[in-house]
């Protein structure tokens, strides 16, 4: 079974500046995708960034971007310039078939 | 683009009655829909995985019998409770991925969930 965890229960930053937050999966898969979500308060689940597993180029989406390591199956994802409104818990999900998630990460932007 | 709906937001019943959640996609077809849970200060728990047309996948552990899905269109899915206890109280998500993606790998889009509590 594929198995996702995160370290990481709660995190803080400060306003603008820059936060990782950690992800680490278990698979026996070459082929996958790995996701980063975000869900503020409104519990509204909300796509931040994709990885395929088999480009080695790390996904960027603006403020955000992934250090995918395929060999030691992690996958972090870094926030730049943090905003208020990045407040919200993180998850870190697995597809390969159906979508497995991480325990969460509950990331508080400071003013 | 990707907008998943579902109604109702929020939903209190009596333990024995039977409770219906919506999960439409807005603007596209999604070939799968998914049905999750989620307690307070956890994570989302897969209970099935549905596909227009046929019948739903559920995850062990999960009464087939108890969380009802239909899949009736690319664009609509149900999950009925029946016979809701207070133990079925949580907040429900769905899920839906386009059509004609890859078959594992798509993307999910999430509705905003549906809080229910029963007494």
């Known amino acids: 079974a594929q198995t996702v965890t995160q370290s990481q229960p709660e995190m803080s930053v400060q306003e603008a500046e820059t936060v990782t937050l950690s992800c680490t999966y278990d698979?026996?898969?070459?082929?996958?995708?790995l996701f980063w979500y975000k869900q503020p308060p409104s519990r509204q689940m909300i796509l931040v960034i994709r990885q395929e597993a088999y480009k080695q180029q790390n996904a960027t989406e603006n403020r955000f971007s992934v250090n995918f390591q395929k060999a030691a199956k992690s996958f972090s994802l870094k926030i730049s310039d943090s905003q208020l409104g990045d407040t919200a818990m993180y998850f870190c999900a697995y597809n390969n078939n159906d979508m497995r998630f991480g325990a969460g990460t509950r990331l508080t932007v400071k003013p | 683009g990707a907008v998943v709906s579902q109604h109702p937001s929020w939903v209190i019943c009596k333990s024995g009655t039977s409770v219906k959640i919506e999960c439409r996609s807005l603007?596209?077809?999604?070939?799968?829909m998914f049905w999750y849970r989620q307690f307070p200060k956890q994570s989302l728990m897969l209970m099935a995985t549905?596909?227009?047309?046929?019948?739903?996948?559920?995850e062990q552990g999960v009464e087939k019998d108890k969380f009802l899905i239909n899949h009736a269109s690319l664009t609509l899915s149900t999950l009925t409770v029946t016979s809701a206890h207070p133990e079925d109280s949580s907040f429900y998500i769905c899920?839906?991925?386009?059509?004609?993606?890859?078959?594992?790998?798509?993307?999910?889009?999430f509705g905003p969930g549906t809080r229910l509590l029963v007494l």
């Open positions: 899920s839906a991925a386009r059509i004609g993606r890859a078959g594992f790998g798509e993307t999910q889009y």
């Open positions: 549905s596909n227009e047309g046929s019948k739903a996948t559920y």
């Open positions: 698979t026996s898969e070459s082929n996958y995708y």
């Open positions: 603007d596209f077809q999604a070939t799968t």
